[in-house]
């Protein structure tokens, strides 16, 4: 993965769909292992929340890059929606990271409600990858990510980055 100008110490892995509700929610990096930004999730303002399941780290993450780097961050093989949390999860498991959560008094999120984007369709071969994610760990993910920061401004609160990703080859299984 191409180097940015600013080198960050803290990622923070963020759902679109995701709202925080209390903004004493804050979103920094625990040297001890990844965070898991959200207590419970209200799915379209239902007022009824769901809490989050052990050792997932979807929805919204912090993590140092340190740890990013060492479970060779996300892996690649998923395009469209679906399972890529999972296997995250596994890689952080893997490598005995522990994953925190923040106080249900501070990480509850809402959950926007959407119809699903036309171009974002359910992964096809996910149950398939989902099994094999272990044997992938060293071999799909930063080291076999191709990209290229086209633009990079660096703000008051982050690092702005418009990336390029080399086109995917098709996995034959």
């Given at each position: 993965?191409?180097?940015?100008?600013?080198?960050?110490?803290?990622?923070?892995?963020?759902?679109?769909?995701?709202?925080?509700?209390?903004?004493?929610?804050?979103?920094?990096?625990?040297?001890?292992?990844?965070?898991?930004?959200?207590?419970?999730?209200?799915?379209?303002?239902?007022?009824?929340?769901?809490?989050?399941?052990?050792?997932?780290?979807?929805?919204?993450?912090?993590?140092?890059?340190?740890?990013?780097?060492?479970?060779?961050?996300?892996p690649n093989l998923?395009?469209?929606?679906?399972?890529?949390?999972?296997?995250?999860?596994?890689?952080?498991?893997?490598?005995?990271?522990?994953?925190?959560?923040?106080?249900?008094?501070?990480?509850?999120?809402?959950?926007?409600?959407?119809?699903?984007?036309k171009l974002n369709?359910?992964?096809?071969?996910?149950?398939?990858?989902?099994?094999?994610?272990?044997?992938?760990?060293?071999?799909?993910?930063?080291?076999?990510?191709?990209?290229?920061?086209?633009?990079?401004?660096?703000?008051?609160?982050?690092?702005?980055?418009?990336?390029?990703?080399?086109?995917?080859?098709?996995?034959?299984?």
């Amino acid at each position: 993965m191409e180097r940015t100008k600013n080198p960050c110490t803290c990622i923070i892995i963020h759902d679109v769909d995701m709202m925080p509700e209390d903004d004493h929610n804050l979103y920094h990096c625990n040297e001890a292992g990844p965070t898991h930004l959200w207590y419970a999730v209200d799915k379209g303002s239902t007022g009824k929340y769901r809490v989050a399941y052990p050792d997932h780290a979807g929805g919204a993450l912090a993590i140092i890059t340190t740890h990013y780097v060492m479970v060779n961050g996300y892996p690649n093989l998923y395009y469209g929606w679906g399972s890529e949390d999972d296997d995250f999860s596994e890689r952080i498991a893997h490598h005995k990271l522990k994953l925190s959560n923040s106080p249900n008094n501070t990480g509850n999120y809402k959950m926007i409600l959407h119809q699903r984007d036309k171009l974002n369709e359910i992964t096809p071969q996910r149950m398939k990858l989902r099994r094999s994610a272990r044997k992938r760990f060293k071999t799909d993910g930063l080291n076999s990510l191709e990209t290229k920061i086209i633009k990079e401004e660096k703000r008051k609160l982050y690092t702005w980055l418009l990336v390029r990703i080399k086109e995917r080859n098709e996995v034959k299984w």
